[in-house]
C-alpha cells in the first residue's frame, strides 16, 4: 500500500521548484548540522535477554526494488527459522479496506472545497502523469492520502518488502501479528490538521523531482545499512521546521512508543522476527534505544 512509504520517506525537501502561485518560496536549503546517533549502522539485530530465547528485530524499507526484496542470508535464515512474525500493520483483507476508506472524504469530490485552484491543478497534473490516477478519483482522495502516493514512484508490483514478508509467513505457516491496529495508522494520518496536510501536499508537489531523486540516495543508503545516513537525510533542513518536527512526532516517535509497549509480548515468547520501517530502529527515542533501556541487550548481525 503506497501509504506505508510514509513511515519511512519522510523528508520535506527545501528546495522548491521555483516562485510561483502554487510554490512562492525560492529560499535555497540550508545543510542540516550531522549529529550522531545511537545505533548508527545495522538492519538485523539480535534482541536477548537472559531467560527468553532471543528474538531478531528487522529494519525494512517500503519499497519494491528488487535489490531491497532480496534478502542477504542472515536476514532469510532469521526470518524463515522464526516462530512469529511481528509488523507494523498485518495488511489483512479488513485492514486493507479500513485503510482504503480512509483515504477518501466521506462526502465524496471533496478535494476542490479544500485545496486552491492553482494548488489542486498542479497535483492534478502530477497525479496523471506519474501514476495514471484519474480527476475522479482524485477528486475524493485526502490530502494526506495523495501526499504519500507521491512520496515514491508509480508501483510496479505494489508488493514492498513488509507486504512480501506477510505473504511468505502466512504461506509457511508462521503467525503474523501487527504491532498496530489500522484504526491506529488511520488516526496518525487521518488526524493530522487539514492545514498541515495541505501544507505537506504543497510542499511535495512543488518539490516532486528532489523527493523521487532522493529515493535513490535513501535506497543506497540502505543497501549499505547505514541507518546514520538515512536519517541525515530524513533530516535535511526544511522551509518550515515546526511542521517537520509535528509530523515526525506522529508517524515516527509517538509510533515507536507504541511499538515498543507491544513488542514486549513477542520477546518474552521468543523467536522472533520482527520488521518494522528501519527508521524506526536508530536514535535515543528508536526502538533498539527503547529495548535497551528495558533491559535488552541489542546485537547487530547485518
Same mark, same amino acid.
Given at each position: 500500500?503506497?501509504?506505508?512509504?510514509?513511515?519511512?520517506?519522510?523528508?520535506?525537501?527545501?528546495?522548491?521548484?521555483?516562485?510561483?502561485?502554487?510554490?512562492?518560496?525560492?529560499?535555497?536549503?540550508?545543510?542540516?548540522?550531522?549529529?550522531?546517533?545511537?545505533?548508527?549502522?545495522?538492519?538485523?539485530?539480535? +534482541?536477548?535477554?537472559?531467560?527468553?530465547?532471543?528474538?531478531?528485530?528487522?529494519?525494512?524499507?517500503?519499497?519494491?526494488?528488487?535489490?531491497? +526484496?532480496?534478502?542477504?542470508?542472515?536476514?532469510?535464515?532469521?526470518?524463515?527459522?522464526?516462530?512469529?512474525?511481528?509488523?507494523?500493520?498485518?495488511?489483512?483483507?479488513?485492514?486493507?479496506?479500513?485503510?482504503?476508506?480512509?483515504?477518501?472524504?466521506?462526502?465524496?469530490?471533496?478535494?476542490?472545497?479544500?485545496?486552491?485552484?492553482?494548488?489542486?491543478?498542479?497535483?492534478?497534473?502530477?497525479?496523471?502523469?506519474?501514476?495514471?490516477?484519474?480527476?475522479?478519483?482524485?477528486?475524493?482522495?485526502?490530502?494526506?492520502?495523495?501526499?504519500?502516493?507521491?512520496?515514491?514512484?508509480?508501483?510496479?508490483?505494489?508488493?514492498?518488502?513488509?507486504?512480501?514478508?506477510?505473504?511468505?509467513?502466512?504461506?509457511?505457516?508462521?503467525?503474523?501479528?501487527?504491532?498496530?491496529?489500522?484504526?491506529?495508522?488511520?488516526?496518525?494520518?487521518?488526524?493530522?490538521?487539514?492545514?498541515?496536510? +495541505?501544507?505537506?501536499?504543497?510542499?511535495?508537489?512543488?518539490?516532486?523531482?528532489?523527493?523521487?531523486?532522493?529515493?535513490? !540516495?535513501?535506497?543506497?543508503?540502505?543497501?549499505?545499512?547505514?541507518?546514520?545516513?538515512?536519517?541525515?537525510?530524513?533530516?535535511?533542513?526544511?522551509?518550515?521546521?515546526?511542521?517537520?518536527?509535528?509530523?515526525?512526532?506522529?508517524?515516527?516517535?509517538?509510533?515507536?512508543?507504541?511499538?515498543?509497549?507491544?513488542?514486549?509480548?513477542?520477546?518474552? !515468547?521468543?523467536? !522472533?522476527?520482527?520488521?518494522?520501517?528501519?527508521?524506526?530502529?536508530?536514535?535515543?527515542?528508536?526502538?533498539?534505544?527503547?529495548?535497551?533501556?528495558?533491559?535488552?541487550?541489542?546485537?547487530?548481525?547485518?
Amino acid at each position: 500500500m503506497l501509504f506505508r512509504t510514509l513511515a519511512l520517506i519522510l523528508a520535506l525537501s527545501a528546495a522548491p521548484l521555483g516562485a510561483d502561485s502554487v510554490c512562492p518560496n525560492t529560499t535555497e536549503p540550508v545543510p542540516a548540522p550531522v549529529i550522531e546517533i545511537k545505533h548508527p549502522t545495522g538492519l538485523l539485530w539480535r +534482541i536477548e535477554r537472559p531467560g527468553t530465547p532471543p528474538s531478531h528485530l528487522f529494519g525494512t524499507i517500503h519499497l519494491e526494488d528488487d535489490r531491497v +526484496i532480496t534478502l542477504p542470508p542472515l536476514v532469510e535464515r532469521a526470518f524463515v527459522h522464526a516462530d512469529r512474525l511481528a509488523v507494523e500493520i498485518d495488511l489483512e483483507p479488513q485492514a486493507m479496506a479500513q485503510l482504503s476508506d480512509a483515504m477518501n472524504f466521506a462526502s465524496g469530490s471533496a478535494l476542490r472545497e479544500v485545496l486552491d485552484g492553482p494548488l489542486y491543478r498542479r497535483v492534478a497534473e502530477l497525479v496523471d502523469t506519474h501514476y495514471g490516477l484519474s480527476r475522479e478519483l482524485l477528486a475524493t482522495l485526502k490530502p494526506w492520502a495523495i501526499f504519500t502516493v507521491l512520496s515514491r514512484p508509480r508501483p510496479r508490483t505494489g508488493k514492498v518488502l513488509d507486504q512480501i514478508f506477510q505473504d511468505r509467513a502466512k504461506a509457511m505457516g508462521i503467525p503474523v501479528y501487527g504491532l498496530e491496529s489500522a484504526a491506529e495508522l488511520v488516526e496518525v494520518l487521518d488526524g493530522m490538521p487539514m492545514a498541515d496536510q +495541505i501544507a505537506i501536499l504543497r510542499d511535495t508537489v512543488c518539490n516532486y523531482a528532489d523527493i523521487i531523486g532522493q529515493i535513490d !540516495a535513501l535506497t543506497r543508503h540502505y543497501l549499505d545499512r547505514d541507518l546514520q545516513a538515512m536519517v541525515a537525510l530524513n533530516n535535511q533542513s526544511h522551509d518550515d521546521e515546526a511542521l517537520f518536527d509535528r509530523l515526525m512526532e506522529r508517524v515516527l516517535y509517538r509510533r515507536n512508543a507504541r511499538m515498543l509497549e507491544r513488542l514486549e509480548t513477542h520477546l518474552q !515468547a521468543g523467536n !522472533a522476527f520482527i520488521a518494522v520501517g528501519a527508521l524506526h530502529l536508530p536514535g535515543e527515542r528508536g526502538l533498539l534505544s527503547g529495548l535497551e533501556r528495558r533491559g535488552y541487550r541489542v546485537v547487530a548481525e547485518y
